[in-house]
Each structure stands twice: as structure tokens, then as C-alpha cells.
């Protein structure tokens, strides 16, 4: 059974930072591409960053310069770290794992920029 469980999530003022980590199991985590996504009220959900097998990473434009995408191979992890926040980045993120046709979410985290 494959599970990707994300933590980290809350309530940060505009400008501070958070640390998303997202604990996989049930798959041969060094194959995946890992990625991030959030989807905001209304919106539809979009890619922030993504790392590969390899250790490539993308990153949106809104939000390179501020967040790091990183993976622990030997851990099974993916971190997600945010600096500098914004209202903007407000929304529920979700951790994925791709291989070809296999792909699997995470139930997802809140996170609320806010003052």
C-alpha cells in the first residue's frame, strides 16, 4: 500500500518561513520524481517544485529564490522549505510521486500566510 503523508503545514505570518515534509512508504522512493503541489480556493492546483531521481529540480516562478526542494533517499522523504512567504502563497499542499503511469498523492497540508 503506498502512502505519502505530509506534515508541516500552519499558520505563518507574511514573510516567515515553514518546513513541509512529506514521509513516503510503500514505493521504490529513489525512483520517484517527487513533487509539491497546492491548490488555493478556486483555483486549480499547480506544481511548485519538483525533484527527480537524479536530483533536478523545477520550481515555479512565483516561488524560486524562496523555496528549496529536497530529498532524503535514505529516509524516504521529501522536504519543502518556504522562506520568505506570502498571502499568495496561501492553499492546501499536496506531496506526489510519479514514475511513467504511477502516480500518488498525499491527503494534503494547510498552509495560511496571514497577519
Known amino acids: 500500500q503506498v502512502r505519502l503523508v505530509e506534515s508541516g503545514g500552519g499558520l505563518v505570518q507574511p514573510g516567515g518561513s515553514l518546513r513541509l515534509s512529506c514521509a513516503a512508504s510503500?514505493?521504490?522512493?529513489?525512483?520517484?520524481?517527487m513533487g509539491w503541489y497546492r491548490q488555493a480556493p478556486g483555483k486549480q492546483r499547480e506544481l511548485v517544485a519538483s525533484?527527480?531521481?537524479?536530483?533536478?529540480?523545477y520550481y515555479l516562478d512565483s516561488v524560486k529564490g524562496r523555496f528549496t526542494i529536497s530529498r532524503d533517499n535514505a529516509k524516504n522523504t521529501v522536504d519543502l522549505q518556504m522562506n520568505s512567504l506570502k498571502p499568495e502563497d496561501t492553499a492546501v499542499y499536496y506531496c506526489?510521486?510519479?514514475?511513467?503511469?504511477?502516480?500518488?498523492w498525499g491527503q494534503g497540508t494547510q498552509v495560511t500566510v496571514s497577519s
Open positions: 506526489n510521486a510519479a514514475q511513467f503511469v504511477r502516480n500518488y
Open positions: 510503500g514505493i521504490i522512493f529513489s525512483l520517484y520524481t
Open positions: 525533484i527527480t531521481s537524479s536530483g533536478n529540480t
